[in-house]
């Protein structure tokens, strides 16, 4: 089986790339919910609401 590496456009987007890489590996590595996130983000030095993650 070949796997292929999917090409993600961030083009557009109010944050970068690597903030919301971040948010989307704690999101599929962990269960937290949006507010844990929200809490997780600024330890990391990346100020979000849980509005802006959803």
């Known amino acids: 089986m070949s796997w292929k ?3 993600v456009d961030f083009k557009g987007t ?4 690597s903030v919301m890489l ?3 590996f704690f999101n ?5 919910s949006y ?3 929200e809490e ?3 330890e990391r030095g990346i100020n979000v609401t849980h ?4």
């Open 14 to 17: 109010h944050f970068p790339k």
């Open 28 to 32: 599929v590595r962990y269960p937290v």
């Open 51 to 54: 509005a802006t993650l959803n």
């Open 40 to 42: 997780i983000l600024p």
């Open 22 to 24: 971040h948010a989307v």
């Open 5 to 7: 590496r999917m090409a």
């Open 35 to 37: 507010r844990d996130h």
